[in-house]
């Protein structure tokens, strides 16, 4: 296990209806490794292997449109190519036996996207019966696999059956990427599902509800991508990135999913699934324990108080903060407001919901970051209104991103603003900037700020005097190495180490082929996480740490150490944070943090971080 992942079970619903079992039984079992991002075992079975959940709306088109059509569809044959050629790509990852049943298959899709008869016929229909891509896509599929299932001549029935159902598959996967809508549609989830699928995008994990699905597991993904983040934060259960997983699994199959260990199991073992409903109770166990630190103080051993406070993804997390015993809430991302929706929210639209947030913490504190959108995070809406380009940056992580967006469309910024200003009434707010590199970007945003409030007052709003303070995160090597000169200019700061390391590292958190290489542990990343609190600390001005490294336990004596005393995390992981926090002695945390800042090897500061943990 790594020095970044503590390991816990979570309770899953039993597993399919016994005929089922037993024909599962007879099934070998397979075991797919992934990367274990959100912990928590669960036995279910698997919901979205191979569904379709991109609705064709059948629409006809003029002569003018034809040639529109045909690049849209040329377009989405090649993102369909690249898709299959990047899983079929990482199967290389898998033992032989499981390559030489999955790998046909993928070729087989792949033909079906050169001249194939699909493709011909698609092309055919958009020209002839003029009709829009995707109408085209599902109509000639259709009509092929009618064809396959009545030849008579030929395979047997099973194999024509599965040839037409190949057909559908291929074209289904061209419609999602026709209607840029790949994986969305959950309606059909039955309760103590496993969602299973290639990959999931942030504003799909958004509208999971965690009370019906036992766990998730991809083909893509990484560890501290923001799906990660959105399934820790659920509390459900997850294993992204397991190569050859969606085409190992078909809906109905009894899966295995331990999120610690990064492991999914199809048609698990009877002595697979004991050991599995073992390891549910001990999850029911631990949980218990851990519901009793929820009173006690978050201080050291030898009493310094710590502030632990929950990150909130999804207003479905609330009851959770609750239940963790967290002081408030370190970083509310609001990007949840703007996703999935055609247009965007209003200002009092927005007030209404900070303002709810904000009063269900009852007095705690609440950080609210301002929009941070780029990255992996696409919002439709933006797009709709016309506030981002319709594709994105050639290098979306270094492109427009957090508050270089907002600095660009004021409108946007200033609502957003004012909806926070606005609601600040309700308890004690602090405003947050997302992505912020230099201090000009400071200073122009509080000059946002100011002239929103000027105006609300004018108004005649209540606003609290003086004003709530405007912070920035550290989250890039550039802001972290100017954290001085910030320092100037913000009134607190929150350490992001999920983009610090990524942009220190050079390795995209959100995707799999490289995760092996993204270590917040590594000596630069710990520099940079030094440099900004030393910083903080000289100015006297609070500073926070809110990235993933706060949710773990076993980081707690280095980041103590290091000089930070309030933590902002996913709400699951405040009770053995906490735990983590009272049994630390700060005389010996800083100790610890000078010798592993002696360190030059990431290997070597895994080690012992894990020594010091075993104790
Ligand atoms: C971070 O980058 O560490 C952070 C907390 O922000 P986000 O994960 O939302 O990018
Ligand atoms: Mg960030």
Redesign the pocket.
Known sequence: MSATEPPATRPGPTPAPSGKRTAARRLRERRLVGIPVSPGIAIGPAFGAAEAPAEVVRRAIGPAEVAGEITRLDAAIAQSRKQLQKLRARLAMLPEDSQGEIAPLIDAYLQMLGTSRLVRGVRRRIAEAHVAAETAVADEADTIAAAILAAHAGDDAASRRRRAEEVREIARRLVRNLTSVPFRSFAGLPVGAVLVCEALRPADAALLDPSRLAAVATDEGGL?G?TA?MLRALGVPAVLGAAGLSQAVRPGDVVVVDGAEGTVVVHPAPETLAAARRAVTAFAREQQKLARLRRLPAETADGEAVELQA?LELPAELPLIAQAGAAGIG?L?T?FLFMNRETLPDEAAQAETYRAIIEAMAGDPVTI?VL?WG?EKDIEALQNEGLVPPSPDRNPALGIRGIRLLLRQPALFEAQLAAILRAAAAGPVRVLL?MVTTVAEVRAAREVYERVAKRLRRRGEKLPEPLPQLGI?I?TPGAALAADALALEADFF???????A?YTLAVDRGESEVSHLYDPLHPAVLRLVQFATEAALRMRMPVSL???MAANPRLIPLLLGLGLRSFSMNASAVPRVKQAVRAAQTDDCVRFARRVMEQSDPQRIQELVLDNAAG
């Open positions: 501290e923001h983040i990150n970083l991302r990007e970051r941070d990255g997302p995160m989250e929150a350490i992001g180490t999920n983009d610090l990524m809110c990235g993933e």
